[in-house]
């Protein structure tokens, strides 16, 4: 949680007030389908010394809806969902699955191979994988013998 | 450039949760349409294939549920989580009459589970003849 607190917001007076309901929520756990941060798509992000791996849940689009784009420091993530399975004359009784379109940018913390990046979406999962730049991977360094 | 010396206590309460591999159970959203012919409902379960998703009947109570295999790459560490990684869906629905229960079909693909509720025949609309006497 402490990441969103530092995130940079406009002031809003009900700010402390949403925060504390949010934290509540969170804490009793009222909506736990909810992301936490309230971005779209949710993503949870993995490292190890060779590369940073995004996983993210994206409920309902289609691979062809799909636009990954990625430069030295930012991957770029477009996307477009449309609620085309209605067959022709149905009347909704409930509808709670949205549809539109997003963006969400991810600043990487460290130079990527472009050329490597490799991303992967099934069932409504995308994993995008960033090799580490040469320069950004760990380095042994050998000690010698005064 | 500062370093961001990282150690287990600074970890994000989220992410410590996600390590200890806690499932939590969701409740998939939902859209549920009517034609004349039947109703039908389409639920959002991503990560969730056709080979993990379970549908039961019990009298007029329908029961969807869909849980998820292992997420976590192989030799790689979470450093910052926004759901947790662990979860299973579930969400259960009460049927009307008017449901032919036997012949209920589900089709789960790219995430999306699609339940076909066929109405009993007798209730599809009919047009009813008028006899002259």
Same mark, same amino acid.
């Given at each position: 949680?402490?990441?969103?607190?530092?995130?940079?917001?406009?002031?809003?007076?009900?700010?402390?007030?949403?925060?504390?309901?949010?934290?509540?929520?969170?804490?009793?756990?009222?909506?736990?389908?909810?992301?936490?941060?309230?971005?779209?798509?949710?993503?949870?992000?993995?490292?190890?010394?060779?590369?940073?791996?995004?996983?993210?849940?994206?409920?309902?689009?289609?691979?062809?809806?799909?636009?990954?784009?990625?430069?030295?420091?930012?991957?770029?993530?477009?996307?477009?969902?449309?609620?085309?399975?209605?067959?022709?004359?149905?009347?909704?009784?409930?509808?709670?699955?949205?549809?539109?379109?997003?963006?969400?940018?991810?600043?990487?913390?460290?130079?990527?191979?472009?050329?490597?990046?490799?991303?992967?979406?099934?069932?409504?999962?995308?994993?995008?994988?960033?090799?580490?730049?040469?320069?950004?991977?760990?380095?042994?360094?050998?000690?010698?013998?005064? | 450039?500062?370093?961001? %010396?990282?150690?287990?206590?600074?970890?994000?309460?989220?992410?410590?949760?996600?390590?200890?591999?806690?499932?939590? %159970?969701?409740?998939?959203?939902?859209?549920?349409?009517?034609? $004349?012919?039947?109703?039908?409902?389409?639920?959002?379960?991503?990560?969730?294939?056709?080979?993990?998703?379970?549908?039961?009947?019990?009298?007029?109570?329908?029961?969807?549920?869909?849980?998820?295999?292992?997420? %976590?790459?192989?030799?790689?560490?979470?450093?910052?989580?926004?759901?947790?990684?662990?979860?299973?869906?579930?969400?259960?629905?009460?049927?009307?009459?008017?449901?032919?229960?036997?012949?209920?079909?589900? %089709?789960?693909?790219?995430?999306?589970?699609?339940?076909?509720?066929?109405?009993?025949?007798?209730?599809?609309?009919?047009?009813? $003849?008028?006899?002259?006497?």
């Amino acid at each position: 949680m402490l990441w969103r607190r530092m995130r940079q917001s406009p002031w809003n007076p009900w700010g402390d007030l949403w925060n504390l309901h949010d934290e509540f929520n969170r804490a009793f756990g009222a909506y736990p389908w909810q992301n936490l941060s309230g971005e779209f798509p949710a993503v949870n992000v993995y490292e190890s010394d060779k590369a940073l791996e995004l996983s993210m849940k994206l409920p309902g689009v289609k691979a062809k809806d799909l636009d990954i784009s990625v430069n030295q420091d930012t991957l770029t993530l477009k996307g477009t969902r449309e609620l085309d399975e209605a067959p022709k004359g149905a009347q909704y009784l409930r509808q709670e699955r949205g549809e539109g379109s997003f963006v969400r940018s991810f600043a990487l913390p460290f130079p990527v191979n472009t050329a490597d990046v490799a991303a992967h979406y099934a069932d409504c999962i995308l994993t995008v994988r960033l090799p580490k730049a040469e320069s950004a991977q760990p380095r042994k360094i050998s000690i010698k013998a005064g | 450039m500062s370093t961001e %010396v990282r150690t287990v206590d600074n970890k994000d309460a989220n992410v410590q949760r996600a390590e200890r591999h806690e499932t939590v %159970v969701l409740s998939p959203a939902v859209d549920i349409l009517e034609t $004349e012919k039947d109703v039908l409902l389409l639920a959002d379960m991503p990560g969730v294939n056709e080979k993990n998703v379970d549908i039961d009947l019990h009298g007029n109570s329908l029961t969807i549920k869909g849980h998820r295999d292992s997420p %976590v790459p192989a030799g790689m560490e979470l450093i910052r989580t926004e759901y947790q990684p662990d979860y299973r869906y579930e969400r259960q629905f009460t049927m009307g009459d008017t449901i032919d229960r036997e012949k209920i079909t589900a %089709v789960m693909k790219d995430g999306v589970l699609r339940l076909t509720l066929p109405k009993v025949k007798e209730l599809a609309p009919r047009r009813i $003849e008028v006899k002259a006497c």
